[in-house]
């Protein structure tokens, strides 16, 4: 037999062993298709650099990331479609999005959770108030504040302070806000007429009680609720004691840990004050939560 001869009779079971393989490959384990999921959402506010914001789809019980994005000052996703695996995307129940922490030492979701919805077909509508989410819209959420500084003594710079509670005397929680979930917080602001921007009045999760800090007061006992005197310790920007008349008073909700120093985008309680306020006066807060809270879709 020719040498020729004797290599192609060789070479023929190598081409046929190598052909079925490629073919059982093929048949057998399929390449994985993906599905696009595509975010709308409005209301969010760019978190910095110290944070992003992630999208997760439930998958057998368990989240699975969609990816993280920024939002900037006006809006606007620097990611709106991302790609993901269609079985997972197509037979996932509901749609998450957390705030996460930048850098992220965690690959599990944060206890951030600001909007979720569950699928409808391929869209799903998003939320605060999903059960998965903050679990509330705030719409019931109710306020009143009175200017006073108990912590400066009586009948000194009274428009210089701010506290949320029902007078007269004794005081009571003015205040009437839905429990929060773990990771979210309330915060009290003022907005000083004037000034160069708000100024924060303590951080709380409960309105029967002392919020969590008191930097500006004075050295006298203030009431155990919310609340502050600006009258000591001045930040750059501001002069104590102030006026708070025709200024602005707010509560927000805050992500915990919270990497700003100004208001978060969700202020469920708004409040003017009027220029020609009184001192140990009540006056209303606004609830302003249906027209700002986020919302958002996310369809597959």
């Known amino acids: 037999m020719s040498v020729k001869n004797l290599l192609a009779i060789l070479i023929l079971p190598f081409i046929f062993l190598t052909g079925c393989s490629e073919d059982d490959t093929t048949i057998n384990s399929p390449a994985p298709q993906n599905g696009t999921l595509n975010l709308s959402l409005t209301g969010l506010e760019d978190l910095g650099s110290a944070a992003v914001y992630e999208g997760w789809v439930m998958v057998n019980g368990s989240p699975l990331s969609t990816g993280t994005f920024s939002i900037n000052a006006s809006g606007q996703l620097s990611k709106s479609s991302f790609d993901i695996n269609s079985d997972y995307l197509n037979n996932s129940p509901a749609f998450i999005l957390t705030i996460e922490p930048n850098p992220d030492p965690s690959a599990d979701p944060s206890e951030n959770k600001i909007l ?16 998965i989410a903050l679990g509330t819209d705030f719409s019931s959420a109710t306020g009143k504040y009175v200017l ?4 400066d003594g009586e009948n000194n710079n009274e428009l210089s302070g701010v506290w949320f509670i029902n007078l007269p005397a ?6 009437n806000l839905p429990t929060l979930p773990s990771g979210w917080e309330y915060e009290g602001w003022v907005v000083v007429s004037g000034a160069s921007g708000p100024l924060s009045t303590g951080k709380f999760t409960t309105s029967s009680g002392s919020d969590m800090s008191a930097p500006y007061s004075g050295t006298m006992p203030g009431p155990p609720f919310p609340g502050e005197d600006l009258v000591a310790n001045a930040p750059a920007g501001f002069t104590f004691p102030t006026n708070l008349q025709s200024g602005t008073i707010v509560i927000s ?7 700003s120093a100004a208001p978060f985008a969700l202020k469920p309680l708004v409040g003017g004050v009027p220029s020609d306020a009184m001192d140990h006066v009540n006056y209303d807060l606004t609830n302003q939560s249906i027209s700002n809270n986020p919302v958002g879709t996310a369809s597959r």
């Open 170 to 175: 004794p005081p009571t929680s003015a205040l």
């Open 116 to 131: 979720a919805g569950d699928f409808s077909g391929n869209t799903a509508d998003l939320t605060i108030n999903h059960s």
């Open 148 to 151: 006073a500084t108990p912590t």
């Open 253 to 259: 909700v805050e992500p915990i840990p919270d990497n």
